[in-house]
Protein backbone atom coordinates (compact mmCIF):
# COMPACT_ATOMS: atom_id res chain seq x y z
CA UNK A 1 0.00 0.00 0.00
CA UNK A 2 3.15 2.55 0.70
CA UNK A 3 4.50 2.26 -2.50
CA UNK A 4 1.37 2.57 -4.40
CA UNK A 5 0.53 5.79 -2.13
CA UNK A 6 4.05 6.56 -3.50
CA UNK A 7 3.36 6.13 -7.32
CA UNK A 8 0.37 7.78 -7.12
CA UNK A 9 1.86 10.51 -5.49
CA UNK A 10 4.98 10.74 -7.86
CA UNK A 11 2.46 10.34 -10.97
CA UNK A 12 0.44 13.18 -9.17
CA UNK A 13 3.50 15.22 -8.77
CA UNK A 14 4.84 14.48 -12.74
CA UNK A 15 1.01 15.85 -13.98
CA UNK A 16 1.39 18.82 -11.61
CA UNK A 17 4.67 19.62 -12.93
CA UNK A 18 4.17 19.00 -16.75
CA UNK A 19 0.66 21.48 -16.27
CA UNK A 20 3.38 24.28 -14.60
CA UNK A 21 5.49 23.89 -17.97
CA UNK A 22 3.20 24.07 -20.17
CA UNK A 23 1.38 27.53 -18.70
CA UNK A 24 5.18 28.85 -18.78
CA UNK A 25 5.41 27.67 -22.39
CA UNK A 26 2.05 29.67 -22.64
CA UNK A 27 3.36 32.82 -21.13
CA UNK A 28 6.94 32.65 -22.79
CA UNK A 29 5.22 32.28 -26.22
CA UNK A 30 2.78 35.27 -25.24
CA UNK A 31 5.50 36.98 -24.64
CA UNK A 32 7.04 36.20 -28.13
CA UNK A 33 4.07 37.58 -29.63
CA UNK A 34 4.01 40.86 -27.78
CA UNK A 35 7.00 41.64 -28.52
CA UNK A 36 7.19 40.85 -32.13
CA UNK A 37 7.65 43.49 -34.79
CA UNK A 38 4.19 43.24 -35.61
CA UNK A 39 2.49 42.47 -32.07
CA UNK A 40 0.51 44.64 -30.33
CA UNK A 41 3.24 46.58 -28.67
CA UNK A 42 4.16 47.75 -32.55
CA UNK A 43 0.35 49.41 -32.69
CA UNK A 44 1.51 53.36 -33.12
CA UNK A 45 -1.57 55.21 -34.53
CA UNK A 46 -5.35 54.24 -35.63
CA UNK A 47 -6.90 57.17 -38.32
CA UNK A 48 -10.38 57.24 -39.16
CA UNK A 49 -11.32 57.67 -42.41
CA UNK A 50 -13.68 60.37 -44.50
CA UNK A 51 -15.95 59.80 -47.28
CA UNK A 52 -13.23 60.70 -49.95
CA UNK A 53 -9.33 60.59 -50.74
CA UNK A 54 -7.26 60.18 -47.35
CA UNK A 55 -3.66 61.11 -48.20
CA UNK A 56 -0.82 59.63 -46.06
CA UNK A 57 2.93 60.55 -45.72
CA UNK A 58 5.39 62.25 -43.02
CA UNK A 59 4.03 66.00 -44.77
CA UNK A 60 2.03 67.45 -41.24
CA UNK A 61 -0.73 67.90 -44.40
CA UNK A 62 -1.95 64.91 -45.07
CA UNK A 63 -4.70 63.07 -43.09
CA UNK A 64 -2.73 60.37 -42.32
CA UNK A 65 0.76 61.45 -40.35
CA UNK A 66 3.24 58.76 -41.05
CA UNK A 67 6.82 58.52 -38.87
CA UNK A 68 8.65 57.38 -42.16
CA UNK A 69 8.97 57.44 -45.62
CA UNK A 70 7.73 59.69 -48.33
CA UNK A 71 6.23 63.33 -47.90
CA UNK A 72 2.99 62.17 -49.72
CA UNK A 73 3.18 58.40 -49.88
CA UNK A 74 0.18 57.70 -51.14
CA UNK A 75 -3.91 57.96 -50.64
CA UNK A 76 -6.82 55.71 -49.42
CA UNK A 77 -9.76 56.12 -51.17
CA UNK A 78 -13.35 55.46 -49.15
CA UNK A 79 -16.34 55.38 -51.20
CA UNK A 80 -19.84 54.31 -49.75
CA UNK A 81 -18.46 51.77 -47.81
CA UNK A 82 -15.09 50.55 -49.45
CA UNK A 83 -11.53 51.45 -49.49
CA UNK A 84 -8.93 51.11 -51.74
CA UNK A 85 -6.05 52.53 -53.01
CA UNK A 86 -3.33 52.27 -55.86
CA UNK A 87 -0.94 49.36 -56.15
CA UNK A 88 1.56 49.41 -59.22
CA UNK A 89 -0.91 51.81 -61.32
CA UNK A 90 -4.16 50.35 -60.55
CA UNK A 91 -7.10 50.91 -57.91
CA UNK A 92 -6.68 47.80 -55.76
CA UNK A 93 -9.49 47.38 -53.43
CA UNK A 94 -8.63 46.71 -49.63
CA UNK A 95 -10.05 44.15 -47.32
CA UNK A 96 -11.15 45.29 -43.73
CA UNK A 97 -9.15 43.26 -41.16
CA UNK A 98 -7.47 40.94 -43.35
CA UNK A 99 -4.54 40.15 -45.32
CA UNK A 100 -6.09 41.65 -48.02
CA UNK A 101 -6.09 44.96 -46.10
CA UNK A 102 -2.52 45.98 -45.60
CA UNK A 103 0.15 48.05 -47.16
CA UNK A 104 3.49 49.05 -46.38
CA UNK A 105 5.61 51.81 -46.46
CA UNK A 106 8.97 51.55 -45.57
CA UNK A 107 9.22 49.68 -42.19
CA UNK A 108 5.52 50.22 -41.83
CA UNK A 109 1.94 48.54 -41.84
CA UNK A 110 -1.19 50.36 -42.58
CA UNK A 111 -3.77 48.26 -41.97
CA UNK A 112 -7.63 48.72 -42.97
CA UNK A 113 -10.07 48.40 -40.13
CA UNK A 114 -13.49 48.63 -40.34
CA UNK A 115 -15.49 48.99 -37.10
CA UNK A 116 -19.70 49.14 -37.37
CA UNK A 117 -19.93 51.72 -40.36
CA UNK A 118 -16.70 53.28 -39.44
CA UNK A 119 -13.36 52.44 -41.40
CA UNK A 120 -9.62 53.37 -40.21
CA UNK A 121 -5.91 53.16 -41.28
CA UNK A 122 -4.51 50.96 -38.04
CA UNK A 123 -0.57 51.63 -38.36
CA UNK A 124 2.30 49.50 -36.74
CA UNK A 125 5.82 50.41 -36.39
CA UNK A 126 8.24 48.27 -35.01
CA UNK A 127 10.22 51.55 -33.80
CA UNK A 128 6.74 52.00 -31.48
CA UNK A 129 7.67 53.60 -27.94
CA UNK A 130 4.96 50.96 -26.63
CA UNK A 131 7.34 48.17 -28.31
CA UNK A 132 10.78 49.54 -27.50
CA UNK A 133 9.32 50.73 -23.60
CA UNK A 134 7.91 46.81 -23.55
CA UNK A 135 8.95 45.09 -19.97
CA UNK A 136 7.35 41.77 -19.69
CA UNK A 137 4.10 41.06 -17.69
CA UNK A 138 3.52 40.15 -13.91
CA UNK A 139 1.64 37.52 -13.18
CA UNK A 140 -0.43 35.73 -10.31
CA UNK A 141 1.29 32.41 -9.10
CA UNK A 142 0.37 29.37 -11.49
CA UNK A 143 -2.77 27.65 -9.61
CA UNK A 144 -4.31 24.68 -10.78
CA UNK A 145 -6.99 25.44 -8.59
CA UNK A 146 -7.92 27.74 -11.90
CA UNK A 147 -8.16 25.52 -14.31
CA UNK A 148 -12.18 24.52 -13.72
CA UNK A 149 -13.54 21.92 -15.79
CA UNK A 150 -16.91 23.39 -16.28
CA UNK A 151 -20.39 22.14 -17.32
CA UNK A 152 -21.67 23.31 -20.55
CA UNK A 153 -25.10 25.07 -21.18
CA UNK A 154 -26.03 25.30 -25.28
CA UNK A 155 -28.26 28.28 -25.21
CA UNK A 156 -27.39 29.94 -28.92
CA UNK A 157 -28.36 33.51 -28.85
CA UNK A 158 -26.78 37.10 -29.43
CA UNK A 159 -25.24 39.36 -26.85
CA UNK A 160 -24.55 42.67 -27.44
CA UNK A 161 -20.49 43.52 -27.07
CA UNK A 162 -19.55 47.09 -26.66
CA UNK A 163 -16.07 48.14 -27.09
CA UNK A 164 -13.94 51.16 -26.02
CA UNK A 165 -15.44 53.54 -28.64
CA UNK A 166 -18.64 53.47 -27.26
CA UNK A 167 -19.84 50.96 -30.28
CA UNK A 168 -21.83 47.99 -29.30
CA UNK A 169 -21.84 45.23 -31.81
CA UNK A 170 -24.27 41.66 -31.75
CA UNK A 171 -22.09 38.86 -31.45
CA UNK A 172 -22.66 35.36 -31.29
CA UNK A 173 -23.48 33.24 -28.05
CA UNK A 174 -23.55 29.61 -28.20
CA UNK A 175 -24.14 28.99 -24.72
CA UNK A 176 -23.00 29.40 -21.16
CA UNK A 177 -20.36 27.64 -18.70
CA UNK A 178 -21.17 26.49 -15.16
CA UNK A 179 -18.38 26.21 -12.62
CA UNK A 180 -18.50 26.88 -8.91
CA UNK A 181 -16.03 29.23 -6.74
CA UNK A 182 -16.06 29.60 -3.35
CA UNK A 183 -19.27 27.72 -2.76
CA UNK A 184 -21.40 29.85 -5.55
CA UNK A 185 -22.62 28.94 -8.81
CA UNK A 186 -20.55 31.13 -11.27
CA UNK A 187 -21.58 31.16 -15.38
CA UNK A 188 -19.28 32.80 -18.27
CA UNK A 189 -21.30 33.64 -21.69
CA UNK A 190 -18.24 33.18 -24.69
CA UNK A 191 -18.49 34.20 -27.55
CA UNK A 192 -17.53 32.96 -31.55
CA UNK A 193 -15.28 36.10 -32.82
CA UNK A 194 -16.24 34.70 -36.02
CA UNK A 195 -18.43 32.20 -37.92
CA UNK A 196 -16.93 28.40 -37.94
CA UNK A 197 -14.50 29.62 -34.91
CA UNK A 198 -13.54 26.31 -33.39
CA UNK A 199 -12.63 27.91 -30.26
CA UNK A 200 -14.60 30.16 -27.61
CA UNK A 201 -13.65 33.72 -26.34
CA UNK A 202 -14.56 34.93 -23.22
CA UNK A 203 -14.50 38.97 -22.05
CA UNK A 204 -14.63 38.78 -17.95
CA UNK A 205 -13.98 40.71 -15.34
CA UNK A 206 -13.98 39.98 -11.52
CA UNK A 207 -13.01 41.56 -8.01
CA UNK A 208 -9.45 41.88 -9.23
CA UNK A 209 -9.96 44.12 -11.80
CA UNK A 210 -9.12 48.03 -11.83
CA UNK A 211 -6.99 46.74 -8.82
CA UNK A 212 -4.27 44.29 -9.41
CA UNK A 213 -5.82 43.76 -13.10
CA UNK A 214 -6.46 45.52 -15.92
CA UNK A 215 -9.53 47.94 -15.41
CA UNK A 216 -11.06 47.46 -18.81
CA UNK A 217 -11.05 42.66 -18.19
CA UNK A 218 -9.33 40.43 -19.42
CA UNK A 219 -9.43 37.70 -22.29
CA UNK A 220 -9.40 33.86 -22.46
CA UNK A 221 -10.22 31.53 -25.16
CA UNK A 222 -11.16 27.46 -24.10
CA UNK A 223 -11.78 24.72 -26.51
CA UNK A 224 -15.25 23.96 -27.87
CA UNK A 225 -17.66 21.99 -25.51
CA UNK A 226 -17.05 18.12 -25.55
CA UNK A 227 -19.69 15.57 -23.55
CA UNK A 228 -21.42 18.59 -22.07
CA UNK A 229 -17.92 19.75 -20.47
CA UNK A 230 -15.29 23.03 -21.27
CA UNK A 231 -12.19 22.82 -19.74
CA UNK A 232 -11.71 26.76 -19.04
CA UNK A 233 -8.32 28.16 -17.75
CA UNK A 234 -7.48 31.36 -15.74
CA UNK A 235 -4.08 30.90 -15.46
CA UNK A 236 -4.34 31.67 -18.97
CA UNK A 237 -6.10 35.11 -18.65
CA UNK A 238 -4.69 37.70 -20.28
CA UNK A 239 -4.54 41.31 -20.70
CA UNK A 240 -6.25 43.05 -23.90
CA UNK A 241 -4.21 44.90 -26.36
CA UNK A 242 -5.70 47.92 -25.41
CA UNK A 243 -3.53 47.73 -22.35
CA UNK A 244 -0.46 47.57 -24.56
CA UNK A 245 -1.11 50.71 -26.80
CA UNK A 246 -3.87 53.97 -26.94
CA UNK A 247 -4.55 52.67 -30.25
CA UNK A 248 -6.61 49.07 -30.31
CA UNK A 249 -10.32 49.03 -30.06
CA UNK A 250 -10.66 46.30 -27.48
CA UNK A 251 -14.12 44.94 -26.44
CA UNK A 252 -15.69 45.37 -23.08
CA UNK A 253 -17.03 42.49 -20.97
CA UNK A 254 -20.61 41.75 -21.35
CA UNK A 255 -22.51 42.34 -17.48
CA UNK A 256 -23.28 38.38 -17.65
CA UNK A 257 -19.10 38.06 -17.34
CA UNK A 258 -18.62 39.85 -13.99
CA UNK A 259 -17.85 37.24 -11.76
CA UNK A 260 -18.76 38.20 -7.58
CA UNK A 261 -15.04 36.61 -6.57
CA UNK A 262 -11.19 37.38 -7.26
CA UNK A 263 -10.06 35.48 -9.97
CA UNK A 264 -6.16 35.35 -8.22
CA UNK A 265 -4.48 33.99 -11.97
CA UNK A 266 -3.12 35.02 -15.05
CA UNK A 267 -2.18 38.24 -16.15
CA UNK A 268 -1.77 41.21 -13.69
CA UNK A 269 -2.38 44.85 -14.87
CA UNK A 270 0.59 46.21 -16.96
CA UNK A 271 2.07 49.90 -17.35
CA UNK A 272 4.82 50.92 -19.44
CA UNK A 273 7.71 49.03 -18.06
CA UNK A 274 6.10 46.12 -16.72
CA UNK A 275 5.00 47.14 -13.54
CA UNK A 276 1.29 47.67 -12.24
Known sequence: MRYLALLLGGLAMTASTAYQDSILEWRKNRDTALRAADGWTSLAGLFWLHE???????????????????????????????????????PWVLKPDSKDGVITVERLSLLVIQRGERFGIRLKDPESEYRRGFRGIEYFPIDEMYRITAGWVAAPRQIPILNVLGQTEPSENPGYVVFQRAGREMRLYPILEAPGDKQLFYIFRDLTTG????????????????????????????????????????????KENYLPVRIEAGEKAYLAGGHR
Do not use: W
Request: overall charge positive; glycine content about 10%; some cysteine.
Open 52 to 90: GANRYGTDPGNDIVLPTGAAHAGSFELRSGQVSTVRNGK
Open 211 to 254: KETYPAGRFFYSDMPKDGQVVIDFNKAYNPPCAFTPYATCPLPP
